[in-house]
Every structure is written in C-alpha cells, then in structure tokens.
C-alpha cells in the first residue's frame, strides 16, 4: 500500500498545484487509497469509479497472481481507460502457460462474458485462451472440470473440448451421459458425427436414461441408425413420456409395428412395479383409445403414487360411474381434479342421481374447494333447485341455505342452461320471488 501511495504521491507532487479535474481525480484516489487500510483487498477497488484507483489495483493485482486475481485481469481488460486495459493486457500474460488451468477455470464465466464485450477486439486473447486450454497439457484437468459443471460453463467447455478431442467416443459417452440436460441435447448431435458403429452404441445406451426431452432426441437421431427398429419401438411405445410414445406412434407405422399389439402383449404380462412402466402402459392405452383391463385398472386406482392414481382415473368412462365417486374421495387433489374432469363429460341423467346422493352425503364434510368443484357439475339452474330442495326439507340450518341461496344469486351474470326446461327454470324463478317476498332473502336478489 505505501509503495502505491508514493507512486500516486509522485503524480500529484509533478502537477504542483491542483487545479484540473485530473488533479482532482488524483487526490480523490489517495484518499480511497487510504481508506482502503487492511480491511479491504484490491480486488474490492478494482470496480471504482475513479480510473487512478482501478490503476493502482491491477498493478497491485498483477503483482499478486492468483484465480481472483486474474478474474479481475479480465474484467479490465474491457476498462473504458486505455492505460488500466494495457495493463491488465500485460498482467495477463503471466497465466498463458498450462500451469495456471485451475485459474483459467475459476474464472471461465468472466472469461465467456469478454466474448460479448465489445469496446475493443478481445478476439487474439480469446483465441489464445481457448487454445491453450485445449492443449495437451490442460486437457485432463479441463475434461475433469467439464464433468462437474452446469449451466453455460458446461455448454462452453464441451464445445471446447469437442473442437480437437482426443477420444470424441469417451467425451461424447460422458456428454449423453452429464447433469445439464442441454450438454446432453448437444452430444446427440454431437454422437452423429461420428463413425455409425460408435454412435449407435451411445445412444441405444443413452435412451435407457433418465429426461424425456433427452430420449425424444435420441430415438429421432436412432432410428435411421437402425436395421431393424421394431424392438427400440415397442419400448418407446411403453415410455413413461408421452413426447417419446407420440414420436414412436408416428414411426411405428413406418417400420412395421402395430401399438395395439404391443399394448395387448404387455397387458397379457404380470402387472409392473415401477411407476415408470405403469404410466407408459396407461399412456399408451389413453392414446389408442383403448381399454385397460379390470386386473390392471383397480390396482392402479389404489397405487401408492398419486400420479398412476390420477392417470388410471383419466381412464375411468362414463358407465365406470360407481368407480368414478369413489375416487371422489381420493386424498391427492390432483387425482380428485381429473376424476371432475371425467364426470364434467358424463350426461347429466347418468350423474343426476349419484351426484346429488353425494353432495347430500357429504355437503358438510368436503373441503370448499372440493364443494364447489363437485356442485359445479350441476347445471346453473339445477344448482339452485339443490339449494332450495335442501331449504325445503324443514330441518335445523335453514339459515344456512338461505345463505347459499343468495350467495348462488350474486355468482349469476349470464346463465348457460341447456339443460334445464324453461318451465322448470320458471318454477324456480318464482320460488326466489316468494323467498324475496317473505323477506327471507335480500329484495332485488338477482334474477329474482
């Protein structure tokens, strides 16, 4: 610190008196200089605003090599002063041996972002980083770093080793095989460039992994590979994603394999035991409009999983009505939302009676949302029949339903009722108006 203060000090001494803006910037410098003490670090300062500070700290940083220094080596390399850019430019060349590739790859995400900055050409750099980290020497302990990356790194350093790879089969298998999911979306490019017998390989191998968005990829870029794609169809046909079923429902035709038949063939086998092939044969069956079997279907209404629950329930049709109430009372909203769903497309005289014994049974008992879904499955206006049924049985809680009554009252806009006869829709009218009349519901209550 004393020798840059000096070297500062020097400066001001050589203007005497001060009397510029550049004077005003130097002594302004010496004062954060001194601020600075032993509480702060150089790399703290290297941002100032003041451009004798950023100075004074790239010199002191390219006195002082380490992975945050060169962090902010590169950083300056984009300084808007000529002088810290030329020094940052000087202090950088200390890293360009393959000693320093643990500092190059600390500081990989600066390094990407100079590719952007364009306030002079950072190209002959760039390029020189890039070719030493592709060198030899560096490459093991780039390979090393690639494995455990994430995110644009990843991208970056995958692209990088794959310009001049020793063993592109063993980059590219580790690729298909890495934790970012678009690393993995570049190696199946990557795989068809190479030679078909080791490309075939890594992705028959990668389409056994995990992420759909992956597998699609795969057996889009498998399928011309193939000399015969009959059996990595009939797998993909019982894939747990539906992106990998519709791929290989669009290609099966093509290469000779019938979906009902494989459906039938695994539908005659033992029942799975994995989610995963649950829902692949359930999918399939929900796409090929087909029906699954009693053995398979009542299991898979009371799987342990929410997910084969709530599939299985999707399956349930309109003359499965006992089955459809009874997954109803399915703990798991998400299989209780799709079983609404189903029972929204059965007519109303099929649902009519089951419906109205399970809101009588239950009214109380159901959470509200769970109220309100099941009583929306009535027509507008056999909703408000319900209510004024329930008002009309004479028991204890009048007050309640009257309640009800005017709380459906102030929902109503627009009514959309084809179910209900007008007569009937009439005779319901003028109960809200005896009900008005009696002062037992607001006056002016709508549609009153």
């Known amino acids: 610190m004393n020798t840059t203060q000096d070297w500062l000090a020097r400066l001001v001494r050589k203007q005497g008196q001060p009397c510029t803006y550049e004077d005003y910037r130097r002594n302004e410098a010496l004062e954060i200089l001194s601020r600075l003490g032993n509480t702060g670090t150089w790399a703290d300062v290297s941002n100032d605003s003041n451009g004798f500070v950023r100075e004074v700290a790239v010199r002191e940083l390219c006195r002082q090599p380490s992975p945050e220094a060169l962090t902010v080596l590169i950083e300056r390399l984009n300084d808007w002063v000529p002088q810290v850019r030329d020094l940052a430019a000087a202090g950088l060349k200390h890293y360009l041996s393959p000693a320093h590739t643990h500092a190059w790859l600390f500081a990989l995400e600066p390094l ?106 795969v057996l889009y870029a498998l399928l011309p590979l193939l000399s015969d794609p009959k059996p990595v169809l009939r797998e993909a046909l019982l894939d747990v994603s539906p992106a990998v079923r519709n791929l290989a429902l669009w290609a099966a035709p093509r290469n000779g394999v019938d979906p009902h038949t494989v459906l039938a063939e695994r539908l005659n086998q033992p029942l799975p035991t994995a989610k995963q092939h649950w829902l692949g044969v359930i999918g399939l069956t929900a796409e090929l409009a087909a029906e699954l079997p009693e053995r398979w279907h009542t299991p898979a209404l009371r799987s342990a999983c929410v997910t084969v629950r709530q599939a299985a329930a999707r399956l349930l049709r309109d003359d499965q009505l006992p089955e459809l109430f009874e997954a109803l009372d399915d703990p798991s909203d998400k299989v209780f939302s799709a079983v609404i769903a189903q029972l929204d497309k059965v007519s109303w005289p099929l649902l009519r009676s089951a419906l109205t014994a399970k809101l009588d049974g239950d009214w109380h008992e159901l959470t509200l949302m769970r109220r309100r879904a099941i009583f929306r499955l009535l027509p507008t206006w056999q909703q408000l029949g319900y209510l004024l049924a329930r008002l009309d049985t004479g028991h204890a809680g009048q007050t309640y339903w009257l309640g009800q009554i005017e709380s459906w009252c102030d929902r109503q806009y627009l009514v959309v009722d084809p179910i209900t006869p007008k007569t009937e829709r009439e005779a319901l009218r003028e109960k809200l108006r005896a009900l008005t009349a009696k002062g037992l519901i607001r006056s002016g209550t709508r549609l009153s």
Not at 128 to 151: H, I, K, P
Not at 172 to 179: E, K, P, Q
């Open 112 to 217: 990407m972002a100079l590719a952007a900055q364009r306030r002079v050409d950072h190209g002959q750099t760039l390029s020189t980083v890039r070719a030493m980290l592709q060198s030899v020497d560096c490459r093991d302990e780039v390979y090393a770093d690639f494995l455990n990356r994430q995110g644009k790194t990843a991208r970056y350093l995958f692209t990088l080793l794959l310009e001049n790879p020793e063993a592109p089969e063993t980059l590219i298998r580790s690729a298909l095989a890495h934790r970012e999911s678009t690393v993995r979306l570049m190696a199946v490019s990557a795989s068809l460039t190479l030679p078909k017998a080791q490309s075939l390989p890594l992705l028959l191998e990668a389409m056994s992994r995990p992420g759909a968005r992956i597998r699609v990829r």
